[in-house]
């Protein structure tokens, strides 16, 4: 079962609003990735989580905040959010995440946020 | 700064023809390479991956890599207008944690 989930599957949030993605999987995988996609671009890192501790942020702005709660749960706290952070919020997982180059990542179906 | 280099597209083919997809990279030490499908307003689906110089074969796809000279294709044979989608390629970055560098992606349009 190579399966990532994620809820919710669509959300509409204004700039006031606090809300939170949530994904989910039962591979035994222990990294997990939050990705942005704008429209016809590629799928753009934000978050790496190995073994449950944050190990990368790239530079994403503190309006995002994530969380690893345990091995199977990965969340992303939105908050203040901008128009401009509209777009797919995709999770993803993979075996392990530290220096392992043979490593295929899956993805989940994604979140399609909407920032009023 | 790592890249990975896609032609943007549109590949246009016929259905029933043979789709090559094309992908360079910059990063030497880059040890696996991904193939991801994307369909409009779907996630990436990982199709194919390739570790080894040579040709991979799944079904209608093989993936082909040649790390001197940083390249890796992909070849959709009898190619179906369900092929149609954005195939983006995905290398692994050599240095620190496990992470994918993405191509802008190819579109691939099969015509009936």
């Known amino acids: 079962d190579t399966e990532v989930t994620q809820t919710p599957k669509h959300l509409v949030m204004g700039m006031t609003n606090k809300k939170s993605l949530k994904c989910e999987q039962h591979m035994g995988h222990r990294a997990m990735y939050w990705y942005k996609q704008k429209a016809k671009k590629p799928p753009e890192l934000m978050f790496v989580y190995s073994y449950e501790k944050l190990s990368i942020n790239e530079s994403v702005p503190s309006r995002f905040s994530p969380e690893c709660p345990n091995s199977s749960l990965l969340n992303l706290h939105l908050h203040a959010l901008q128009p401009e952070d509209s777009a797919l919020y995709l999770c993803?997982?993979?075996?392990?995440?530290?220096?392992?180059?043979?490593?295929?990542?899956?993805f989940g179906p994604g979140t399609r946020l909407t920032v009023l | 700064q790592k890249e990975v280099e896609q032609n943007s597209g549109p590949l246009s083919v016929p259905e029933g023809a043979i789709a090559s997809l094309n992908c360079t990279y910059s990063d030497r030490g880059s040890q696996s390479f991904f193939w991801y499908r994307q369909y409009s307003g779907k996630s990436p689906e990982l199709i194919m991956f390739?570790?080894?110089?040579g040709d991979k074969e799944d079904g209608r796809f093989t993936a082909q890599l040649n790390k001197a000279s940083q390249y890796v294709s992909l070849l959709i044979r009898d190619s179906q207008p369900s092929d149609s989608a954005t195939y983006l390629c995905?290398?692994?970055?050599?240095?620190?944690?496990?992470?994918?560098?993405f191509g802008k992606g190819t579109m691939l349009l099969v015509s009936p």
């Open positions: 995905a290398v692994n970055n050599s240095s620190g944690y496990s992470t994918l560098t």
């Open positions: 390739i570790y080894s110089n």
């Open positions: 993803a997982s993979s075996e392990g995440g530290q220096a392992i180059p043979y490593n295929e990542q899956f």
